[in-house]
């Protein structure tokens, strides 16, 4: 039975890359961490766009090999055919963006572990489980890695598989230039070639620039070279052509590539052309194996490599299907697509990291409130956040949906143990109680301190905010959210949004609706919304139809206690589980309100302080689970 659409094979590394654009690799401060190499480029790729995929590499065993094993479960690829290499270390490459161009790179790939990639790490059952299989050409160039190739190769036609060669030249990684050439794209080799040669004839696809195809064809006039390799193969060739599109060869190779069949080309600004090839073959594949025609196929394909070349990275670039689907019916808006504030938020919002489709959050994150009870001091706080955390992992067990809210001045210690459990983890920015609202000062004035933060935290800021606010009041704390969510966006966390309107003046079932729809036309995406108990079902109607209007993408909304009793709670989860865009609550007073008094008063010790709060989340825990369970049809 075929349970996946495609498996890659081949190069698996981290890539590491500048942050900053314009200058020498040398001269280069920061870096951005993303998974690379063009089986894995790839598969990641076509996962985006909807097709199961999978991937057949090794990685190391250490901290970037398991980096790589979960990036591509969040992206939904099948890992069963990645192999941890006890021996080697995971590839890593280095590289910047000089310019539109240039892109020096650096491979570290001497005994790693995807050069061991061996006969052995091809497993019958996992290749008869795949519709296709698409093989690169670097994992060519070593006896080793050509062996497990085409073990995959004869296995896939073995069991009735589509095959296809991305060529993916890379003269370095023949051997055929220096470490210090990565970016150099094509050597004449008759060596290449005539490695190349003797395997063509295992593939139904061979993709390829006008310079892959030199080498392929041992020719540097492109027609010829086609030519040479229709002589070998029988497979549909496709030449890439840059800003030209591509072409698509079926039979005899024509006397000019723009007799081949073509898809339409997208007029944008090209950031960077590296990644554009698996972008490319990612939407390629798409077409191909849902069976459209070779110009809808090289549409897609030139979509997802206009994506590649106009954001930074290369997986983090590619689309999504529904991301594709949008801009193939809107078209160029902003021939700088990374520019496109409209497209940037369906790509930044069906791309995420994770999706939820609960959480049951304790929230601990109070400061004031905490520093108001007698006897309390900086330390005594750390160390009672420590005991709500404990409370959690007694709850949660490992199991999704779970999740805390906690603050990095006075829960730090709290904060980073969580880190890695697979709680949904919420952290405050606000300044307790301010209006007009600012935020801690650890953020710093141009809120850098963003760029320390994990990357699993989710920024959490509380508004005290109504629509009827003095426009002066309105104005200041609109900047500083502003500000915040770019913030935000350009740091790749996530943003929860709490407002709180009862607080500041009368409240009826339009008020939250007014106040949502107010950030989203000052272009204000928040992933989470975190909102205090409706009173009716007209008023959650309103509020989540002023969401989805504007969001079909949103994480959803989580529920604020306002220090309620677990009876007022239980009568609000009744009313908010009839709506599925409510994921659940963030509660923290209710839970802990009591036994912190108890616990700074001496009157109770640690255990039993962690076991009260412990039955206290569990009890919410039900009570929501059960309004869920009460509210489905």
């Not at 008869?128 to 070593?142: E, F, K």
């Amino acid at each position: 039975m075929k349970t996946l659409d495609v498996i890659t094979i081949g190069r698996s590394s981290v890539d590491l890359y500048g942050a900053q654009i314009g200058g020498r690799l040398e001269d280069m401060g920061s870096f951005q961490k993303y998974i690379g190499g063009s089986p894995t480029n790839m598969a990641a790729g076509t996962a985006r766009l909807g097709l199961k995929s999978g991937l057949i590499t090794r990685v190391g065993d250490e901290h970037m090999g398991r980096f790589i094993r979960e990036e591509l479960a969040r992206e939904g690829v099948d890992t069963q055919g990645v192999v941890t290499d006890p021996a080697r270390l995971t590839a890593l490459v280095i590289l910047g963006i000089r310019d539109e161009h240039q892109f020096p790179l650096i491979f570290y790939r001497e005994n790693c572990a995807d050069m061991a990639l061996c006969e052995d790490d091809i497993a019958e059952d996992y290749i008869a489980s795949t519709r296709a299989v698409i093989a690169t050409g670097t994992h060519l160039s070593h006896a080793r890695t050509e062996a497990a190739v085409i073990k995959a190769l004869k296995l896939a036609r073995k069991h009735g598989a589509q095959t296809a060669l991305d060529i993916d030249y890379r003269p370095n990684l023949w051997g055929l230039a220096g470490h210090g050439d990565g970016e150099s794209r094509f050597i004449e080799s008759a060596g290449v070639t005539a490695k190349l040669q003797a395997h063509l004839h295992y593939f139904d696809l061979i993709v390829g620039t006008e310079e892959e195809f030199h080498i392929a064809g041992g020719s540097t006039n492109t027609i010829e070279a086609l030519r040479a390799v229709r002589a070998v193969s029988k497979a549909t060739l496709v030449c890439k052509r840059g800003a030209a599109g591509a072409a698509a060869f079926e039979g005899a190779i024509p006397d000019t590539l723009d007799q081949g069949q073509t898809g339409p080309g997208f007029p944008i600004e090209v950031f960077n052309v590296l990644g554009a090839g698996d972008g490319f073959m990612s939407g390629l594949t798409k077409g191909w194996l849902d069976g459209e025609s070779w110009p809808n196929a090289l549409k897609y394909a030139n979509a997802c490599g206009a994506f590649a070349v106009s954001r930074h990275g290369c997986t983090p670039a590619y689309p999504s299907l529904a991301e594709l689907q949008f801009f193939l019916e809107r078209g160029v808006k902003t021939p700088a697509l990374r520019k496109d504030a409209e497209l940037e938020q369906i790509h930044w919002s069906t791309n995420r990291r994770k999706t939820w489709s609960q959480v049951r959050a304790f929230a601990f994150d109070h400061r004031l409130q905490l520093e108001e009870v007698a006897g309390s001091t900086p330390e005594k706080m750390a160390a009672f956040k420590e005991l709500c955390l404990d409370a959690v992992l007694q709850v949660s067990q490992g199991e999704a949906g779970y999740g805390l809210l906690c603050d990095n001045r006075l829960g730090k210690s709290a904060l980073h143990r969580a880190a890695g459990q697979g709680l949904w983890i919420g952290r405050p920015v606000e300044w307790p109680a301010s209006r007009p609202l600012t935020l801690e000062p650890e953020l710093g004035p141009d809120f850098g301190g963003l760029s320390e933060w994990a990357l699993e935290n989710t920024v959490k800021v509380l508004c005290f905010c109504h629509p009827d606010d003095q426009p002066q009041m309105q104005a200041e704390q609109e900047a500083t959210i502003t500000r915040l969510f770019h913030a935000c966006r350009r740091n790749r966390l996530e943003m929860l949004l709490e407002v709180i309107p009862s607080k500041v003046g009368p409240v009826d079932d339009l008020t939250t609706a007014k106040l949502i729809s107010r950030f989203y036309d000052i272009g204000i995406y928040p992933d989470w919304w975190k909102l205090e108990p409706m009173q009716s079902r007209a008023a959650w109607a309103a509020t989540c139809e002023a969401i989805t209007s504007r969001d079909a993408h949103t994480q959803g909304i989580v529920i604020l206690g306002l220090g309620q009793s677990e009876a007022e709670l239980a009568a609000a989860f009744r009313l908010a589980a009839e709506f599925p865009l409510v994921k659940g609550f963030a509660v923290g007073r209710t839970i802990f309100a009591q036994p912190y008094a108890d616990w700074i008063a001496g009157r109770i010790d640690d255990a039993s302080t962690t076991a009260t709060m412990a039955e206290g989340f569990r009890r919410l825990c039900g009570i929501w689970d059960a309004a869920r369970k009460g509210a489905q049809p």
